[in-house]
């Protein structure tokens, strides 16, 4: 289990996110993902020696279907801390039932020309405090 979790938002499956068979696109799991990462990152204040991220690679897994009109509740950890970057594991629930997991690799850059960097000790610090 983490070290502490965020939950990070809840959202209601809307009509324009599910398919012919009443259930939710997988790419819609990504998309919700990506916002509850972003809203677990704005809870760290920036600093000037940030990295510029790049997202790296990104998988999901699913267990059970979302429908039109479900509540669901993502909670974001950190699943791995590297040198040059940073995993996040956002699970999904519907109550208490698991329906999804989706995890996000960033790489940190130069916001420049893209190359590697490796991340701040004060952020590295940061992650480790929402480890798995």
């Given at each position: 289990?983490?070290?502490?979790?965020?939950?990070?938002?809840?959202?209601?499956?809307?009509f324009r996110d599910v398919d012919m068979?009443?259930?939710?696109?997988?790419?819609?799991?990504?998309?919700?993902?990506?916002?509850?990462?972003?809203?677990?990152?704005?809870?760290?204040?920036?600093?000037?020696?940030?990295?510029?991220?790049?997202?790296?690679?990104?998988?999901?897994?699913?267990?059970?279907?979302?429908?039109?009109?479900?509540?669901?509740h993502t909670h974001v950890g950190v699943?791995?801390?590297?040198?040059?970057?940073?995993?996040?594991?956002?699970?999904?629930?519907?109550?208490?039932?698991?329906?999804?997991?989706?995890?996000?690799?960033?790489?940190?850059?130069?916001?420049?020309?893209?190359?590697?960097?490796?991340?701040?000790?004060?952020?590295?610090?940061?992650?480790?405090?929402?480890?798995?």
């Open positions: 289990m983490a070290k502490d979790t965020i939950k990070a938002s809840d959202f209601r499956v809307a068979n009443g259930q939710m696109f997988r790419s819609v799991y990504i998309d919700r993902a990506e916002e509850a990462v972003a809203a677990f990152w704005r809870r760290r204040k920036t600093k000037d020696d940030d990295p510029f991220f790049i997202t790296g690679k990104v998988a999901g897994t699913f267990h059970v279907p979302l429908q039109v009109g479900d509540i669901v699943s791995k801390i590297g040198g040059k970057s940073a995993g996040f594991l956002v699970r999904m629930t519907r109550g208490e039932e698991a329906v999804a997991e989706v995890e996000i690799v960033w790489v940190a850059t130069d916001g420049k020309g893209g190359s590697p960097v490796a991340l701040p000790e004060d952020l590295r610090d940061w992650l480790y405090s929402f480890l798995d």
